[in-house]
């Protein structure tokens, strides 16, 4: 396996995942770890990340010195490469200018590193950096180049050590030659093998999951979504019957939710699955509940208070299976902090202490895409694995003001719209989330010769990669139209629809 120890760069994750897309298992620890715990997991490689500081900097984050003389190959990227310069002995300076973006890159030394990079004589890379190597460290030598660089990568390779530094990011789209750079390191300079596959994930998270549980009894809350879902297949595929899994109807889903749950889990893979109908319960609490804070916390607490009812039921019960997928564990590591709280998310964050259960989380080594992938191997169908994120209180956050049953029938039909149309359109899958709005007031219209005073939807369509930032998608105006008519006249209730053309931030992708 390959270490990245990271620096605080935004680009962290994706040179692990550039690692994982040449089947090498890839994993991310903060820079902050010691020597003995970096050795404990036997990297047979270590990428150092980018990252904010400056290496001359008072508190500027360091590895142990040591690291360099374990024989292990490493690859500094950016901040890496500075760091390689100032703990080996050369100079980092403060560049005249920042260096951002493009740049022409020409290759000075293809024996390993750049085999086949840069071919046609330069390549094209993405800098961003703000300090460069004013001189090399001792035992260094530069293998390639670029206008503004003399030394835009540099290399030693001794036995003892084998070190090589990169001052642009090959992890990025915008180093297109960039993954071959990364699979050279992998495979040419660390010796890996490309092994790590879904198949043989599966067999690893089976064999652990069944010897971390033994005889007991696991249950699962199964949301329909894409990583509870998967988790919960994964689970049932190690220990089959000793899993059961919860699902809450609150009332607040999608057409058809509840069913397309009841076929692939129950049906289909013959999952110990109950179904608990708890609409009256969640409606009753969420009557005239106008603050969507407010309206989270019930539907949290709602949730907890059933699933426990529910679980006590069964005797045995020691685990709970969660979604919990890489990046929410890396960024609890990071050192960076955590950020402020914009919205309460509901999850079932309060359940394994409150239960005294412990956690089986088997796909906390897992990105959302590798996550589908797996969904598919374990056979899900579409339906499941590519769905839209959905929030976990539902469509009471898309009813703005008070949630009643009426109101949530003219969104859902509102909303079954807006997907079906994305969908025939092809962009279901480009689109990170469309859905529909019930906005709190109404506005006049005319139908026939008659004056309406009715609701408007609101349609919200974003594009994103984590939905921590989101751009409102630019939908063609055809579907735009065909979605408007198709809702005007068909849902009883709704005269006017409108477009929201707001990005995250400052908006958030959810209204409430
Ligand atoms: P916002 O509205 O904060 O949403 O921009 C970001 C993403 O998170 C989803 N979301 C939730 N997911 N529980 C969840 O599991 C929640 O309480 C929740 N609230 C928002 C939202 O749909 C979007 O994908």
Not at 419 to 443: H, K
Request: hydrophobic content about 40%; overall charge positive.
């Amino acid at each position: 396996r390959i270490l990245v120890l990271d620096f605080g760069s935004q680009y962290t994750q994706l040179i692990a995942r550039r690692i994982r897309e040449a089947q090498v298992y890839s994993q991310i620890l903060p820079c902050t770890v010691p020597l003995a715990t970096i050795l404990a997991y036997r990297p047979q490689g270590i990428v150092l990340s980018g990252g904010p500081s400056s290496v001359y900097e008072k508190k500027a984050p360091s590895v142990p010195k040591d690291l360099f003389d374990q024989g292990i190959p490493i690859l500094g990227i950016c901040y890496g490469m500075q760091l390689v310069t100032h703990l080996s002995g050369g100079d980092v300076v403060k560049a005249p200018h920042r260096e951002y973006g493009r740049a022409e890159l020409v290759i000075d030394d293809r024996s390993d590193l750049f085999k086949g990079v840069g071919e046609g004589g330069s390549t094209v890379v993405w800098m961003s950096h703000g300090d460069r190597i004013e001189r090399m460290p001792p035992g260094f030598r530069s293998i390639a180049h670029t206008g503004n660089s003399p030394v835009a990568a540099m290399k030693r390779d001794d036995h003892k050590r084998r070190l090589y530094c990169l001052q642009f990011h090959p992890e990025v789209a915008h180093t297109p030659e960039g993954s071959t750079i990364l699979r050279n390191f992998v495979y040419e300079i660390c010796g890996c093998k490309p092994t790590w596959t879904m198949q043989s994930y599966v067999d690893t998270a089976v064999k652990q999951i069944r010897d971390q549980v033994g005889k007991d009894r696991v249950i699962c809350a199964l949301s329909g979504g894409v990583d509870s879902s998967v988790a919960a297949a994964l689970t049932h595929r190690a220990i089959g019957d000793q899993l059961t899994c919860l699902f809450v109807d609150n009332g607040v889903l999608r057409v058809g939710e509840r069913d397309q749950v009841q076929k692939t889990f129950a049906s289909q893979l013959h999952l110990n699955l109950r179904i608990l109908d708890r609409t009256n319960q969640f409606l009753d609490r969420l009557k005239n509940v106008i603050d969507p804070e407010r309206k989270r916390k019930i539907i949290g607490r709602q949730f907890i208070a059933h699933f426990e009812e529910e679980s006590k039921k069964l005797k045995g019960v020691k685990y709970l299976v969660q979604g919990t997928l890489y990046p929410d564990v890396i960024e609890s590591v990071s050192f960076r902090g955590p950020s402020a709280t914009i919205k309460t998310h509901h999850n079932v964050g309060g359940l394994p202490a409150r239960m005294r259960l412990k956690l089986i989380e088997p796909l906390r080594e897992l990105f959302k895409d590798e996550v589908r992938v797996l969904g598919k191997e374990l056979g899900l169908p579409d339906e499941i694995v590519w769905r839209q994120p959905f929030p976990g209180p539902g469509l009471a956050i898309r009813v703005l003001g008070s949630v009643t049953k009426e109101r949530l029938a003219i969104l859902r039909a509102a909303e079954t719209i807006v997907e079906q149309e994305i969908r025939a359109a092809g962009l279901y899958r480009d689109i990170w989330q469309a859905f529909a709005v019930l906005l709190p007031i109404r506005t006049v219209g005319v139908m026939g010769d008659q004056r309406t005073y009715e609701n408007v939807i609101a349609i919200r369509a974003v594009t994103s990669l984590d939905g921590m930032t989101a751009d409102w998608a630019k939908i063609p105006n055809d579907v735009l139209g065909r979605m408007s008519n198709r809702i005007i006249n068909e849902v009883k209730g709704v005269n006017r629809v409108v477009y929201d053309i707001s990005s995250k931030p400052p908006s958030t992708i959810e209204w409430e």
